[in-house]
């Protein structure tokens, strides 16, 4: 998996609080630009984050190149709807020599792994045959597996982000987009520290667990040990 940011809001933190201090302001917003200081706009987007005003968080927007990923996760990545997407085609683009992605739990086992490993092989044996014998890459594509890899390129803006970061970084989320979601967080606190720096399961960042009965139980636990979750990472 290879996960990194290409573009993103110059000064993201700063249009977040601009937008917030604009609500309530007469001046223009490039006179108030000009008085916001870095402290300042820590201090408001803690403050915001705090109220749950997470409207501003909207002004600033991220994207992603996501690569070696499978299309099962690509698949569950365009569910969250606030968001823009573009796909490698595989109506338009060779998957002969196709790559995949092997869940852990197959690898750690060598007769799963063999099983898998065959399935796969087969998979890319039938579609380069249908391919010779003149069927269009669009319908060979059928034959090829969720594991197959794939790439894309997603733009979220920041409060899409924080709802991400709290859905995919639980612990009851797929192994591998869990996986891709915390690998997001740590691109996006390197270019908005202030920003993201408390994302994560709303159990590490809010102690409270949603899940209902569906829950992993971490939070539960932990409680019963005298301990607390300090941050996101404790919880992958």
């Known amino acids: 998996m290879k996960v990194t940011i290409l573009r993103h809001t110059p000064d993201p933190e700063g249009a977040v609080a ?8 007469e001046e223009l917003p490039e006179d108030l630009a000009e008085r916001l200081t870095p402290e300042a ?3 408001l987007i803690e403050r915001l984050r705090a109220l ?26 365009v569910r969250h709807r ?11 683009v060779s998957e002969e020599a196709f790559e995949y992605v092997t869940p852990p739990k197959v690898e750690r086992s060598p007769e799963a792994a063999r099983i898998y490993h065959e399935a796969v092989e087969a998979s890319r044996r039938a579609y380069a045959s249908l391919i010779r014998v003149g ?9 090829l597996p969720n594991a197959c890899h794939s790439a894309i390129i997603v733009t979220m803006n920041a409060r899409s982000l924080i709802n991400f970061f709290r859905l995919r970084c639980c612990g009851r989320a797929q192994w591998e ?33 949603p899940e209902g009965n569906m829950s992993c139980g971490r939070l539960e636990r932990t409680r019963k040990a005298g301990v607390s979750l300090n941050g996101p990472e404790d919880c992958r």
């Open 52 to 77: 749950g005003h997470e409207s501003p968080f909207e002004h600033a927007t991220f994207s992603f190149s996501i690569s070696r990923v499978s299309r099962a996760l690509t698949h569950q990545l």
């Open 41 to 43: 706009t820590a201090r």
């Open 135 to 143: 069927v269009t890459r669009e319908d060979a594509r059928y034959l």
């Open 18 to 25: 601009l937008a917030a201090r604009l609500c309530y302001a």
């Open 177 to 209: 987009i869990r996986a891709l979601a915390y690998r997001m967080l740590r691109e996006a606190c390197r270019v908005a520290p202030v920003l993201f720096n408390d994302c994560g399961p709303t159990c590490a960042t809010q102690g409270y667990c």
């Open 82 to 92: 606030l968001a823009s997407y573009s796909q490698r085609s595989q109506r338009y």
